[in-house]
């Protein structure tokens, strides 16, 4: 049974990303380069969700929760209680083989995933040297309501900042 390749996980978790928010009403910017540690922006009246996305055929599991290995660099980008847009890890869990990946019917084409997902920001420094462990409760799918309680985040994020010469 063949792994999938690093670009076809990517672009499916994309995919699934962009299919969530298009039906909540949500814009995405797609970046093409990753060095703010985000992958895609969601838009929504002003407010902005950042995400790092990743995809796997064999999810790590703990207590009930899934766990991802992320990067330091990455982790600490998202973290950063400073960010504009809060950051977040979101992890698509697929089939272990592709072929069941997508399902072609007649009237529809239905996507065998599932994604979930785990706020970063303002989460406390890494204790580790290279990854730091990312725990996505098994409850925190990513839906249309899970994006609108993070756009909610977002605005309370705003209108909880300091205001200094001005500006929140």
Not at 82 to 90: D, H, I, K, N, W
Not at 123 to 144: D, G, N, V
Not at 156 to 161: K, P, S, T, V
Request: net charge neutral.
């Amino acid at each position: 049974m063949a792994e999938a390749t690093s670009w076809q996980k990517e672009q499916f978790s994309r995919a699934y990303v962009l299919a969530v928010a298009t039906r909540g009403g949500y814009t995405l910017a797609d970046w093409n380069v990753d060095k703010d540690g985000v992958d895609v922006t969601l838009r929504w009246k002003g407010l902005m969700v950042d995400f790092q996305l990743k995809c796997t055929q064999s999810p790590r599991a703990a207590k009930g929760d899934y766990v991802f290995d992320l990067d330091l660099a990455t982790y600490n980008k998202l973290r950063d209680p400073e960010r504009s847009a809060p950051g977040y890890l979101a992890l698509a869990v697929v089939p272990k083989t592709l072929d069941k990946w997508l399902l072609h019917e007649p009237e529809r084409l239905l996507m065998s995933c599932h994604t979930y997902w785990a706020k970063l920001q303002d989460e406390p420094p890494p204790t580790a040297s290279k990854t730091t462990a990312i725990h996505l409760p098994r409850c925190q799918t990513l839906t249309i309501n899970s994006l609108e309680r993070m756009f909610e985040a977002s605005r309370q994020h705003i209108l909880n900042g300091t205001i200094e010469g001005g500006l929140a």
